[in-house]
């Protein structure tokens, strides 16, 4: 039986170690444990108790070996400048053997047994002639590996629009995979300035509240639908998921009426309890592919904001406020 430790190393990076003695360790402590070859020094950022069974379960984990010491602390902080004054000297290299390649960043194994270079290039590139040269430079084991454009901000990081560092480079662990959808699913208009992100892909946090809009959604009648009120026949332009509100139009007199969910659910004969969506007992869902979700994707149940803002004339025609971005 395992005890496993989560060990967080430069730009995030995440891995699970064996505290096979069951030494005493504390969260956020620095750390040596066992590396490919060699040894390297991270931080604890999981401690046993709080990681899945499922995580660790038939996985072979290389060794924690012990709690670092001040000196091998202190190690790591020239390592970390090590890097930067070879970044330097990368570049030059980079450029003497006119390689289409764009060095990103440097991460030393603690025992400085290997040396890895992170770069971005549009195409592969043969960069063996860089390495035989490097090899001889820095007197270690070189690594160059090609990363994408998100993998690329979060090593470089920065701030997003809304002020904080951005998400990938602190504190998510894995990128999923984000589509037009996830906007759209939530009311935004297409525009890229606003949904693309500082690597130049969609943002990460458009999956954040997606879950919440496709389940809410589920319950509301779409966009287009006709609907009789105590006003006469109308027809649904809009709806604001966040302040309950369904707006209808009625085209005989040219008349706005504002409705409740509960107010259009009474005129439907329509029990909203009956409506689960994706919420199980009451819990929500956060996985993101449960059935409403499978719906919406597969085209089975529409989702009333999805290409409906770039195409409703009425927005303008009858001076009516489009959501806001």
Known sequence: MTNPIQVEF????????????????????HVVVQ????????????????IPIHEVEGRELRAFVRVANPDEIARLS????????????????????????????????????RLVFF??????????????????????????????????????????PCGKELCCSSHLTEFKPITTDFAKDQGLQLNPTKLTGLCGRLKCCLAYERDFYVNTLSKFPGV???????????????IDIIGNK????????????????????????????DIGGCSVNGDGCSSGKCSTHD??????????????MEKDPYFDNHNFPRPKN
């Open 295 to 308: 719906k919406v994707e597969d085209g089975e149940m529409q989702n009333p904001l999805k290409d409906f």
């Open 10 to 29: 430069k730009a995030l990076r995440k891995e699970y170690f064996d505290n096979k003695h069951n030494l005493n360790i504390k969260l956020g402590e």
């Open 78 to 113: 020239e390592n970390r400048n090590e890097e930067e004054r070879a970044k330097s000297v990368v570049k030059q290299k980079i450029g003497e053997h006119g390689l289409k390649m764009k060095l990103v960043d440097a991460e030393y194994q603690f025992d400085r047994k």
């Open 119 to 160: 770069f971005t290039a549009d195409k592969r590139v043969d960069f063996r002639n860089l390495v035989r040269d490097l090899a001889g430079l820095f007197k270690t084991r070189i690594e160059l590996r090609q990363i994408g454009v998100r993998d690329e901000a979060k090593r470089v990081s920065g701030y997003g």
């Open 35 to 50: 590396a490919e070859s060699g040894v390297d020094l991270g931080k604890i950022c999981l401690t046993p108790e709080k």
């Open 246 to 273: 369904i707006f209808v139009h009625h085209h005989k007199d040219d008349e706005w009426e504002t409705l409740t969910l509960e107010d259009v659910a009474k005129i439907l004969g329509i029990n909203l309890d």
């Open 224 to 238: 287009g639908a006709p609907i009789k009120t105590s006003k006469g026949a109308g027809e649904i332009k809009h």
